[in-house]
């Protein structure tokens, strides 16, 4: 039984194969057509996923499409004849998914007749319920969506049990936490589609001292409700501006004149960012912070279950989340790799495994290792293509006792390095050269499903250097100096350096680092003593897993600080791709499969 889930005409545009009940392949546009959060059509995406799983166009049996044009169709009814921009808008994105077999036929390279496929149609909340729940460990669990948007409405909750999903309540459109967030991450200058989480770090560098003002801006009903203070909002009278047919999503100003009275200016794009920005943005996330317990409180009383299951886009919020244990009697949570709108192609998927065809339950869903990989023969092809072997006339030497090979090649001034070594080889020399400082590409097995970096297409560095944060920000990363870089700690050693040791695999979570620690990993702990940890088991990425624990065989600290190996475009995909971005920054060296290359200057 092949289905294939397809999140498209939406932010971060997906793709998912589920064969037989188990996830074979799952992978963001974003990574093929280099555009961040792509939207429209994943047709990349979606090709990925069927080559991978070696199925052909005719073998799909189900599509599953994770939108559901009749879901509260009188709600839309209603504020389409108030909004005729938006009802134009939604009717532009209605008619493409009633096209969107003709686009899949076409991405397929077949005719829409050879696609015997039945096509599902899952509403938006009910695929983020599912991507959490349908492959978490848990046989039962408390469920919660939070989001900007989907379907006409921002929050679902309810209760999973087995391979089913109960829906208990809603919140529709215009209340929404995320719009809420977007608002204000544009009035205080971040107008990038996904520049949320910039504003949650910036918040660690303030107080908030205006929460009393949030308190009109978002009102709690003492239950699982809430609702907007929608005077300091635009959203609900002209729509919220979004373009999903293809690109980069834009949205337009969601926030009101009314919000730039009560607080001040909004800071423009570019600006410098004062400490009343700060304290603004910490007043935000508390505000959020403040429904989301009041909710997740509610939400245990209401089913009494220790477990939980989170998705939507507010689930990114690792500040949150991290905070759950503390701040509600939720024992258990699983939030998978890709909680926002990417994840809605796996959830619909599994949502037609489990919920409409009734199958019972066999995948737990325990790594982001979903996307392409690469064979050595590839990554030989793109070195031979920069370059880097001279087209074969560099010097190699081969030594039977250890596969070896060093060569060199010139690109401007610099002399370039290159080992190819075995695996236990190569996991020492990259532990060394972190120790002594450098900066290392990671470029290894298959590319993570989400936004985090976990290991596979990370950028790795020393966690005890001080300095190490401002320097990957002056050399590659050219980020906001508020914002935190993540520790990668071992699965077994969380409890030595973090308040917290409920596993946080996918990097969702942020904990208090323990005060005697926090000047032995200075690098990635936050102003506000936390990190936004990623947990690395031995069973789920053993190279990573080996790395790490080199690095603490020569230093004593279980620890890498891990970053996105990118420079302001999506996580690099393609060996082609590492290599640009190696070449072009102040990155020292490079390990590609089990290549490593080094960065040496030359006399020029």
């Known amino acids: 039984m092949v289905i294939l889930g397809i999140n498209a005409y939406h932010g971060d545009a997906s793709a998912a194969i589920v064969v037989d009940g188990r996830l074979v392949a799952a992978a963001e546009e974003e990574r093929f057509n280099r555009i961040k959060h792509a939207a429209g059509f994943p047709a990349h995406a979606t090709r990925y996923c069927l080559k991978t799983a070696g199925i ?68 938006h909340h009910k695929a983020h319920l599912a991507s959490s729940f349908f492959v978490s460990p848990f046989e039962e669990a408390a469920l919660l969506s939070v989001d900007g948007l989907g379907d006409f409405a921002s929050t679902m909750w309810g209760v999973g049990r087995g391979n089913n999903i109960k829906v208990d309540g809603a919140i529709a459109f215009p209340h929404s936490l995320g719009i809420y967030y977007t608002a204000l991450t544009q009035y205080l200058g971040f107008w990038k589609y996904g520049d949320e989480y910039k504003v949650m770090g910036l918040g660690s560098y303030g107080e908030a001292e205006y929460q009393d003002r949030f308190k009109e801006l978002v009102k709690l009903d003492g239950g699982l409700g809430f609702s907007l203070g929608l005077d300091y909002f635009t959203h609900h009278k002209t729509g919220p501006e979004m373009t999903w047919l293809g690109g980069e999503p834009i949205l337009g100003k969601l926030y009101g004149e009314l919000l730039v009275k009560r607080l001040g200016p909004a800071r423009q794009a570019g600006e410098p960012v004062e400490q009343r920005q700060r304290n603004i943005a910490a007043s935000l996330q508390a505000r959020l912070e403040d429904a989301m317990f009041l909710i997740l409180n509610k939400l245990h009383e209401l089913t009494k279950l220790k477990k939980l299951c989170l998705a939507g886009g507010v689930a990114y919020n690792c500040v949150a989340n991290g905070k759950i244990f503390d701040k509600t009697p939720f024992e258990l949570v699983y939030i998978q790799s890709a909680a926002g709108d990417a994840g809605l192609a796996i959830g619909s998927a599994f949502y037609v495994w489990q919920q409409i065809l009734g199958r019972p339950r066999s995948f737990e869903m325990k790594h982001a290792y979903w996307g392409p990989e690469f064979t050595d023969r590839d990554i030989r092809k793109a070195l031979s293509a920069k370059g880097i072997e001279q087209g074969g006339q560099s010097e190699i030497r081969r030594q039977t006792s250890e596969i070896s090979r060093t060569a060199a090649a010139v690109t401007g001034h610099r002399s370039v ?69 993540a520790p990668s ?53 053993p190279l990573y897993w080996k790395l790490i624990k080199e690095f603490e065989n020569l230093t004593g600290v279980p620890v890498l600080l891990n970053t996105s190996f990118n420079e302001n475009e999506p996580v690099v995909c393609r060996p082609e791709e590492a290599l640009d971005c190696f070449l072009r920054t102040k990155m020292d060296v490079l390990v590609i499969g089990r290549y490593l290359v080094e960065k040496v200057m030359g006399e020029g």
């Open 56 to 123: 052909e166009p005719r073998e799909i049996d189900h599509v599953a499409l994770a939108r559901d044009p009749w879901a509260r169709i009188w709600r839309k009814a209603l504020y389409a004849l108030r909004m005729p921009r938006l009802a134009l808008e939604r009717v532009g994105v209605h008619a493409k998914f009633a096209g969107l077999d003709e686009e899949l036929g076409e991405a397929l390279g077949v005719r829409r007749e050879e696609i015997k496929a039945n096509f599902h149609r899952v509403e």
């Open 417 to 485: 390095t290159v080992l190819e070594l075995a695996e236990d080889e190569l996991v020492k020399a990259t532990a060394k050269k972190i120790a002594e400082g450098k900066v290392v590409g990671w470029f290894q097995g298959r590319m993570e499903f989400g936004p985090r970096a976990l290991g596979n297409r990370s950028i790795v560095v020393d966690p005890r250097r001080p300095d190490m944060k401002d320097l990957l920000n002056s050399r590659i990363k050219h980020r906001e100096p508020f914002r935190p870089f």
């Open 489 to 541: 700690i071992l699965t077994e050693r969380v409890g030595d350096y973090f308040e917290q040791t409920h596993p946080s695999p996918f990097m969702l979570m942020a904990y208090k680092v323990k005060r005697e620690k926090r000047s032995v990993i200075p690098a990635p702990t936050h102003v506000d003593g936390t990190g936004r940890l990623q947990t690395v088991g031995r069973e789920e990425n």
